[in-house]
């Protein structure tokens, strides 16, 4: 399983990628903005920073909506560097789009899916990876994990090579579950990641196994 880092902070990705277990990042034009980056000058040259940090894949989005312009956005930001996945929305011209992509060999990044039908869409058309957002599921009382697993169950009967990358993940529970249903990569907040070493058991004997060495 693939861990990204679902943000556009350079210190979270450099903190992420010094644990070791980074193998990409995911953006949004939302976390662009939380961080500040605007204007396209600044926006382009952000990606390239945070290709410079990891080794992995970095999901950039188009901001257009119809064809012509992801087509332009999308070839503009494959330019940029060769970890650059197209992050595309799953709307009609986006399907074509993705398709137009995938015939000339640049990477895509199907997002905002949220039923199996668009998913398999989105694998028909080859899409590189598939973002189905399981925390905007759970938050209108829908099950996201069920979703995951749906995909992934439909993705192996026809042996698809889309990748399920679960995105809008809120807690490390959320990454242990889509590891249980096979989802090829999670893409999480920092604080998810860092989450999964907790253990108070550890803590516990950790402090125990210093003290007994200091009596020694
Ligand atoms: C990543 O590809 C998605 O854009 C992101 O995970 C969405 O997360 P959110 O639902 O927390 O905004």
């Not at 799953?90 to 895509?108: C, Q, R």
Request: hydrophobic share 45%; proline share 4%; with cysteine.
């Amino acid at each position: 399983m693939k861990f990204f880092i679902d943000t556009a902070n350079l210190d979270q990705i450099r903190e992420a990628n010094d644990l070791g277990v980074l193998d990409g990042v995911t953006t949004n034009p939302s976390l662009m903005a939380k961080e500040g980056i605007r204007g396209q000058n600044n926006i382009l040259k952000h990606y390239v920073d945070i290709c410079n940090i990891v080794e992995g894949d970095v999901s950039a989005e188009v901001i257009a909506v119809d064809f012509e312009g992801m087509i332009r956005e999308g070839e503009l930001l494959a330019e940029l560097h060769p970890q650059i996945v197209v992050k595309i929305p799953m709307i009609k011209d986006g399907i074509k789009a993705i398709k137009y992509f995938s015939n000339k060999g640049i990477k895509t990044n199907c997002t905002l899916v949220f039923s199996p039908g668009q998913a398999l869409l989105a694998a028909k058309a080859g899409a590189t990876y598939v973002s189905p957002f399981l925390g905007r599921l759970d938050d209108v009382s829908t099950d996201g994990i069920a979703l995951i697993e749906q995909i992934v169950f439909i993705y192996n009967n026809y042996e698809f090579e889309t990748q399920v990358l679960a995105a809008s993940i809120r807690g490390p529970l959320h990454i242990i579950k889509c590891a249980e249903v096979g989802a090829d990569v999670a893409t999480c907040p920092l604080q998810s990641i860092l989450d999964l070493l907790k253990h108070p058991l550890t803590d516990s004997g950790l402090a125990k196994f210093l003290s007994d060495a200091a009596k020694v």
